[in-house]
């Protein structure tokens, strides 16, 4: 099954720094990548994903680049402010509806998580 | 680390039948639970926030009498699906957190078919 690697766990960075953090998966069967932000004792919200036909896409301060040969994919915050500290978290998956039925194939398998501070 | 289990981790069903699904703390006593749906083609959506002994806390959308979550204790929290229907078909993901300034841990997943 699906394996997804997530490093590193903590990341510190100042005030207006870029923040990348990396994952791994080991399906090449997967393609769809979702990033998610949970902030201190709140549930996790979609930031950004991407699917494997593009290598790359961009949503203001946020970025996630995919390497689908290297099946690595990575999520890029550039000008860090405070309140972007949080967990982030990497998943990966087939796309729903590509398992065969009682399978698992299509179930997101999540990365342990990394903790961001920004400091001001 | 920590570890959270589900139960099933899949199911069929009839339409009109109700589901339940349990979420467990394994090694730690959980004080705040999340439930997640993934829709098809879409990434995950929270759909509750239980803590144990209070009332789940429901998302903009998330009909509560659909969805019952029952967080009777630091270990357990229940998502049952009532009266089932196809398009209640989907992934549900439990995650569970030990205290407000940890991290969540995710569980594996149950996959659900209502035919």
């Known amino acids: 099954g699906e394996n997804v690697e997530q490093h590193p766990s903590t990341l510190s960075v100042q005030e207006g720094d870029s923040a990348v953090i990396k994952c791994t998966y080991s399906?090449?069967?997967?393609?769809?990548f979702p990033w998610y932000k949970q902030e201190l004792g709140k549930g996790s919200q979609l930031i950004i994903d991407?699917?494997?036909?593009?290598g790359e896409k961009k949503d203001q301060r946020i970025a996630v680049t995919l390497n689908k040969t290297a099946k690595h994919f990575s999520l890029h915050i550039t000008e860090t402010q405070p309140e972007d500290s949080a967990v982030y978290f990497c998943?990966?998956?087939?796309?729903?509806?590509?398992?065969?039925?009682?399978?698992?194939?299509?179930?997101?398998?999540f990365g342990k998580g990394t903790k961001l501070s920004v400091k001001p | 680390g920590a570890v959270v289990s589900q139960h099933p981790s899949w199911v069929i069903c009839k339409s009109g039948t109700s589901v339940k699904i349990e979420c467990r703390s394994l090694?730690?006593?959980?004080?705040?639970m999340f439930w997640y749906r993934q829709f098809p083609k879409q990434s995950l959506m929270l759909m509750a926030t239980?803590?144990?002994?209070?009332?789940?806390?429901?998302e903009q959308g998330v009909e509560k009498d659909k969805f019952l979550i029952n967080h009777a204790s630091l270990t357990l929290s229940t998502l049952t699906v009532t009266s089932a229907h196809p398009e209640d078909s989907s992934f549900y993901i439990c995650?569970?957190?030990?205290?407000?300034?940890?991290?969540?841990?995710f569980g594996p997943g149950t996959r659900l078919l209502v035919l």
């Open positions: 090694d730690f006593q959980a004080t705040t």
């Open positions: 399906d090449s069967a997967s393609n769809y």
């Open positions: 995650s569970a957190i030990r205290d407000s300034q940890e991290t969540q841990y």
């Open positions: 991407i699917r494997s036909n593009v």
């Open positions: 239980s803590n144990e002994g209070s009332k789940a806390t429901y």
């Open positions: 998943a990966a998956s087939r796309e729903p509806g590509q398992a065969p039925l009682g399978g698992s194939q299509g179930n997101l398998i």
